[in-house]
């Protein structure tokens, strides 16, 4: 049974406190040391949002979606798909559940297999093999994804990279999941092309009444997704905000970094200054206090020092130093 927050949303996908921490070298007989990936994420996402995780490579996003995914467990909280935890849901329940679109259609898509074996094997995992009925139910998501019914004895490399891109977002729909995460989904196209497939999972948000999870660079194809975004650094959720609000108003230095760092059309304006530097932190070895402060154009003498709470805005919260009364500028958030 689903979750409702105190606001009535249905909640289908929370993380409370996930932690994911791996061992890795350090060197030469040093032994290993603990490098937390995510780092004690709390997140609800309720029915039928498009959530856009975004932030610089490294930071944390694939390894959450992992978790999301089932692939990985957490190292500590815990994950919950319609209240029920994923550490009690069985492999197979979990991907009927939750499916993933991947980046690169040209290496997702088995080069052996026909479009329709393709589209079919979620089924046939599940142990659902009326091999009429399977057809019938593969050629409707192809209707419904733009693919003509031709296509279903075609391989993939009789396909252009749209096509391949819709054949996935049939595979990963049609066990009618409940959340769908979106990795990179147009980075491997053609610019012609993604406004196309962008176009298309939005209209089948609609129709199937979907959850997306985008993971994505390109700052714009979240602005033009998501109805809401949340900005990870080294494991953390530093800004969490609807959308509009977000690129409007953005609370966190990072956040403001990140979106003054992005390419305008616009020659004459030369090539933007985010004003990050071109040294990311060792997440092995993260920096004291707030792990942005030596990157941070507004850092004080205790960010350095205490690390932010959680601050909450109107659509969301902040994890920034800025916006606490008791430690900042008694900049309230805005």
């Known amino acids: 049974m689903a979750e409702t927050d ?48 975004v932030g610089e490579s490294g930071c944390g996003k694939s390894t959450m979606a992992k978790m999301l995914l089932g692939l990985l467990p957490p190292s500590s909280g815990e994950l919950f798909v319609d209240n029920v935890p994923t550490s009690r849901m069985e492999r197979l329940e979990m991907a009927r559940k939750v499916q993933p679109i991947f980046q690169d259609p040209y290496s997702s898509l088995n080069p052996r297999k026909t479009i329709g074996d393709i589209i079919a094997l979620p089924v046939r995992v599940q142990g659902n093999a009326d091999e009429t009925a399977l057809r019938r139910q593969v050629e409707e998501i192809m209707e419904l994804v733009g693919l003509p019914r031709r296509l279903y004895r075609n391989y993939p490399n009789q396909l252009s990279g749209g096509q391949r891109q819709r054949v996935a977002v049939a595979r990963a729909l049609i066990n009618k999941p409940e959340v769908v995460i979106c990795d990179e989904p147009t980075s491997a196209l053609d610019v012609s092309v993604q406004s196309q497939i962008l176009n298309l999972l939005q209209d089948l948000r609609a129709e199937l009444n979907l959850t997306y999870i985008v993971i994505s660079h390109n700052l714009a194809v979240v602005e033009h997704m998501a109805t809401r975004v949340a900005v990870m650094y080294l494991g953390r959720l530093v800004e969490v905000a609807e959308t509009d609000r977000l690129f409007e108003n ?31 932190p060792n997440p092995v070895d993260p920096p004291s206090g707030c792990t942005f402060h030596p990157r941070c154009a507004d850092c004080m003498d205790h960010c350095s020092q205490s690390a932010p709470r959680t601050i909450a805005t109107e659509t969301g919260y902040v994890e920034c130093h800025l916006y606490d009364d008791n430690q900042g500028r008694g900049r309230a958030a805005s």
């Not at 007989?29 to 959530?51: D, F, I, T, Y």
């Not at 609370?251 to 990311?280: C, W």
């Open 6 to 53: 105190k606001d009535g949303q249905d909640i289908v996908l929370e993380a409370r406190d996930v932690t994911r921490t791996f061992m890795i070298s350090a060197g030469f007989l040093r032994g290993k040391r603990p490098l937390h990936a995510v780092n004690g994420v709390n997140l609800k996402v309720p029915r039928g949002e498009v959530l856009g995780l």
């Open 250 to 280: 953005p609370q966190h230095p990072y956040t403001k970094a990140l979106l003054d760092s992005v390419l305008t059309p616009d020659p004459n304006l030369g090539v933007p200054d985010s004003s990050l530097g071109v040294t990311y």
